[in-house]
């Protein structure tokens, strides 16, 4: 990118021209009813690495739970992570209750409408920062992430890799010129608008797009390649024995996650890391790490995860016990009906189907 990137870009016309096209094409999303900071930032959590259709159910259920920020400050982890249950990334929604908790404490349970102080909040990044204070508090501030840096790269023609730092650096800088001072919330709604309806990362309608005059991929026809981004390192595999361990009652083994890392706090069926275990191990590995005496049964199914950064692969074995009692911790006896009282991931739930 260079110094001239935006001189002879009418900065007026195209805000003019995408505010015009917001007024009339804006979509109603529930957020969007008013602008509280609260809700925005919750629903700005939300779409992180997630779209529009699925998020729009959990909003509406996490409002309704937890209608303001003293509701979600108070309320108990494990059911927070239930309400999130399904929608991925629960670190997301840990950040988001501590970060609540500290607005809650230390400013009143009023969103900061400071840079400094909402961005020292957890988990809120340049983004979610930039979304709040712009959307909520209409202040000029950038709200700079993926899709937003695949507009401005096409419309700009920025020849750089977008997942570069210093590049989502730049493209800040830019918006700060380009940002509507009179309507900034509006200006951010519209692009992100503009990205998701119409700037789409395949195939953009440019036929239908209001800033196509703009356009510099557009009027050079290269818009379909850009943006520039380096590919994403290959997710390494792990594979898993899972385990639907049942006793003499019916009851089932359940296992709570870690306190941190992937899928923290979360629960589980006992997993058995097997990449370097034979089949033949697995009784014993259970007995020595769990404590339970298990015998194996039938091949039930497989399931995979994908993860940004891994992906597991899950072969899930039916076992027995003739326990009742469980010594270790973090393991717990549930009947099926239980199951449903606790946050499980994804792939743990596409196990509960196999029990049946
Ligand atoms: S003209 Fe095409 S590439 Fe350019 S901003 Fe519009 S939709 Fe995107």
């Known amino acids: 990118m260079s110094e001239n990137t935006l001189q002879s870009f009418n900065i007026s016309r195209f805000q003019e021209d995408i505010l015009d096209w917001y007024e009339k094409n804006k979509r109603d999303l529930p957020w969007r009813q008013d602008q ?55 670190s997301r929604a840990r950040n988001l209750q501590s970060a609540v908790r500290e607005v809650v404490e230390k400013y009143d349970g009023v969103v900061p409408n400071n ?15 930039g979304a709040i204070l712009s959307i909520a508090y209409n202040q000029p501030e950038p709200a700079v992430d993926g899709n937003f840096m695949r507009v401005f790269s096409r419309i700009l023609k920025v020849e750089e890799d977008i997942s570069k730092a210093k590049v989502k650096k730049l493209f800040e800088d830019y918006m700060y010129e380009i940002i509507s001072k009179e309507d900034p919330s509006s200006f951010n709604q519209a692009i992100m608008d503009l990205g998701a309806t119409i700037c789409t990362p395949k195939s953009p309608m440019c036929m239908f797009c209001p800033v196509q005059e703009h356009c510099r991929a557009y009027a050079e026809g290269i818009e379909e390649e850009l943006p520039i981004k380096s590919k994403k390192k290959k997710q390494k595999v792990k594979r898993y024995v899972a385990l639907l361990v049942r006793n003499e009652k019916g009851q089932v083994i359940i296992e709570q996650r870690p306190e941190s890392g992937l899928l923290a ?10 990449d370097n275990l034979e089949l033949l191990h697995v009784e014993n590995w259970v007995r020595k790490e769990y404590g339970v005496e298990i015998d194996l049964d039938e091949k039930r199914g ?35 009906e239980e199951l449903d009282e606790y946050p499980f991931p994804v792939s743990h739930q596409k196990m509960m189907d196999l029990l049946k």
Not at 72 to 84: M, P, Y
Not at 265 to 274: A, G, I, K, T, Y
Not at 314 to 331: C, F, G, H
Request: glycine share 4%; aromatic share 16%; hydrophobic share 40%.
């Open 36 to 90: 509280d900071p609260y809700k925005v930032w919750v629903s700005e959590i939300m779409l992180q690495q997630t779209k529009v259709d699925t998020v729009i159910p959990y909003f509406y259920k996490f409002m309704d739970k937890y209608p303001t920020v003293y509701d979600l400050a108070e309320a108990d982890e494990q059911d927070v992570l239930k309400t999130w249950e399904g929608l991925g990334y629960y």
């Open 115 to 129: 840079p400094e102080e909402l961005g020292s909040l957890k988990g809120v990044g340049s983004y979610t920062r």
């Open 265 to 274: 706090n979360l629960w589980q069926f006992p997993m058995v890391p097997v």
């Open 302 to 336: 497989n399931v995979k995860h994908v993860f940004s950064h891994l992906k597991w692969n899950l072969d899930v074995y039916a076992a027995s016990t003739k326990q009742d009692v469980l010594e270790n911790d973090r393991l717990r006896f549930v009947t099926i």
